[in-house]
T-cell receptor, first 114, second 109 residues
Framework: GAVVSQHPSRVICKSGTSVKIECRSL??????MFWYRQFPKQSLMLMAT?????????EQGVEKDKFLINHASLTLSTLTVTSAHPEDSSFYIC??????????FGPGTRLTVL | DAKTTQPPSMDCAEGRAANLPCNHS???????VYWYRQIHSQGPQYIIH???NNETNEMASLIITEDRKSSTLILPHATLRDTAVYYC??????????FGQGTTLQVKP
């Protein structure tokens, strides 16, 4: 299947700092990518839809000013967690959608905010 | 978005077939059923998807009932590495995959 990468795989930051997570589709172009968050022992929760060349659309309850999404090219979407706090510690996962509607997921980024 | 219902957990003996059921009684005629699995601390892995015909690939088979209200994912010869959480998802017309709680499959030696 198609390959999606995320960087970094793991990040630890201090409270109040911002963290950027990259999501790349390595062997295909994706006009649409998705960002999810997963807390321990819970399922994935969709945060937002990232559309190339336009603003992201956020799910209800997700703060767009806190979770900044930029989809500047057909192979790259970034999620920036601004002014991170310990409650933002989570596993962040992106997915990229093929024209056939299949979605492939990245390996995830473990964020720990101290 | 059509909801899905899956048993929270299942056990399967290594080498035997694992049959994972999923109910999606409110599915619409043009909505696909997708299956993903997630091994601990990794991103979900695509397994298979279908609309109304049964599907098979190198990983699994997907059996969809004629009324499309339920489906079964079949892993023909489960191995210990198939231990994971399996998610059955109906792809909405917005293209979003909304994850439920899934089925935790434990393959035992």
């Amino acid at each position: 299947g198609a390959v999606v990468s995320q960087h970094p795989s793991r990040v630890i930051c201090k409270s109040g700092t911002s963290v950027k997570i990259e999501c790349r589709s390595l062997d295909f172009q994706a006009t649409t990518m998705f960002w999810y968050r997963q807390f321990p022992k819970q399922s994935l929760m969709l945060m937002a839809t990232s559309n190339e060349g336009s603003k992201a659309t956020y799910e209800q309850g997700v703060e767009k000013d806190k979770f900044l999404i930029n989809h500047a090219s057909l192979t790259l979407s970034t999620l920036t967690v601004t002014s991170a706090h310990p409650e933002d510690s989570s596993f962040y996962i992106c997915s990229a959608r093929l024209p056939s509607d299949e979605q492939f997921f990245g390996p995830g980024t473990r964020l720990t905010v101290l | 978005d059509a909801k899905t219902t899956q048993p929270p957990s299942m056990d399967c003996a290594e080498g035997r077939a694992a049959n994972l059921p999923c109910n999606h009684s409110t599915i619409s005629g043009n909505e696909y059923v997708y299956w993903y699995r997630q091994i601990h601390s990794q991103g979900p892995q695509y397994i298979i998807h279908g609309l109304k015909n049964n599907e098979t690939n190198e990983m699994a088979s997907l059996i969809i009932t004629e009324d499309r209200k339920s489906s079964t994912l079949i892993l023909p010869h489960a191995t210990l590495r198939d231990t994971a959480v399996y998610y059955c998802i109906v792809l909405s017309n917005t293209g979003k995959l909304i994850f439920g709680q899934g089925t935790t499959l434990q393959v035992k030696p």
